[in-house]
C-alpha cells in the first residue's frame, strides 16, 4: 500500500471528489486540512509550488488537482 496525503480544504468541491474517487479504489490517505493547519499549508506549497487545492502526495509523487489518471497512474490501477 503506497502512503497517500490529500492536502485539501472542507469547501472544495475538487477535494471532496478527490477524497471519495480514492475511498472508491479502497486507498487509504492521511487527510491535512490546509485551511486549519498552518504546518500542512506550509508544507503543501513547498511540495507543490501551489496555493490551491487539492494537491495528493503519492510517495512523493505530486499531482495537482483532482486528476484521475495520473492518480491510477502513480498508484499502478491501471
Given at each position: 500500500?503506497?502512503?497517500?496525503?490529500?492536502?485539501?480544504?472542507?469547501?472544495?468541491?475538487?477535494?471532496?471528489?478527490?477524497k471519495?474517487?480514492?475511498?472508491?479504489?479502497?486507498?487509504?490517505?492521511?487527510?491535512?486540512?490546509?485551511?486549519?493547519?498552518?504546518?500542512?499549508?506550509?508544507?503543501?506549497?513547498?511540495?507543490?509550488?501551489?496555493?490551491?487545492?487539492?494537491?495528493?502526495?503519492?510517495?512523493?509523487?505530486?499531482?495537482?488537482?483532482?486528476?484521475?489518471?495520473?492518480?491510477?497512474?502513480?498508484?499502478?490501477?491501471n
Amino acid at each position: 500500500m503506497k502512503n497517500v496525503i490529500v492536502y485539501s480544504t472542507p469547501t472544495c468541491p475538487w477535494c471532496t471528489k478527490a477524497k471519495s474517487y480514492l475511498k472508491s479504489k479502497d486507498i487509504d490517505f492521511v487527510e491535512k486540512d490546509v485551511a486549519q493547519d498552518q504546518e500542512a499549508a506550509v508544507e503543501m506549497v513547498e511540495k507543490s509550488g501551489q496555493r490551491g487545492v487539492p494537491v495528493i502526495d503519492i510517495e512523493g509523487e505530486i499531482i495537482v488537482g483532482f486528476d484521475k489518471d495520473n492518480i491510477d497512474k502513480s498508484l499502478g490501477l491501471n
